[in-house]
């Protein structure tokens, strides 16, 4: 059985500069994905052309758009980029340009040109849930992601709150900490007793 050997993080994307590279349909999911996670992610879109609906969510949310064809400089000072054409000579180029400069990119279905894929992603205020299937079926990302967000309640940011706030009153040392509230988090798991919110 072949493992998913992919390293989940959470990127702070409003603090980083994001180049998408394309208008049109694909762009448009990566760019709908990326701003619904994170509304105030700081993306630069570049593109020959942009579909009405790209359009209008870019607007909605300040993106920066740049008409124009891709080329090497669209990459200065960007630390992540998202390459999203319907040309595959161009998407090839900018994975190579920005593996040239050490920039993490992720060519748009085309896993051998991915440094990171874009998974399915469950969000209840501070809670949030990364689904991967290693980049080979985002459907089914896409179905446990809705999965999760009927299962998981939408009151669980309350949870987790209140267990911040506990856990700055737990005495001892950290292991002694960890230890307290993992008893207490397991009766959740367990379904033994309802913790309240």
């Excluded at 709908?32 to 359009?55: H, Q």
């Excluded at 054409?85 to 040239?100: F, G």
């Excluded at 501070?126 to 089914?140: E, F, H, Q, R, V």
Aim: aromatic fraction near 8%; charge should be positive.
């Amino acid at each position: 059985m072949i493992k998913n050997e992919l390293y989940p993080i959470f990127l702070k994307v409003h603090q980083l500069n994001v180049l998408i590279v394309g208008g049109g349909t694909v762009a448009l999911e990566k760019l709908s994905f990326l701003l619904k996670s994170s509304p105030n992610a700081n993306v630069v879109v570049v593109s020959k052309e942009f579909d009405d609906d790209f359009l209008n969510l870019a607007k909605k949310y300040c993106v920066s758009m740049v008409k124009s064809a891709y080329s090497e400089s669209a990459l200065k000072n960007k630390q992540l980029v998202i390459g999203a054409t319907n040309n595959k000579i161009v998407n090839r180029e900018i994975y190579l340009d920005a593996k040239a400069e050490n920039i993490l990119v992720n060519i748009a279905d085309t896993p051998s040109l991915c440094d990171f894929y874009l998974g399915g992603i469950v969000t209840k205020g501070n809670i949030k849930i990364a689904i991967s299937t290693n980049g080979k079926s985002p459907t089914l990302a896409k179905r446990l992601r809705q999965f999760f967000e009927e299962v998981i309640p939408d009151n669980i940011d309350d949870l987790a709150t209140n267990l911040n706030r506990f856990r700055k009153t737990i005495k001892g040392d950290f292991q002694e900490k960890v230890s307290t509230l993992n008893s207490l988090t397991k009766r959740i798991i367990d379904n033994k007793e309802q913790i309240p919110l």
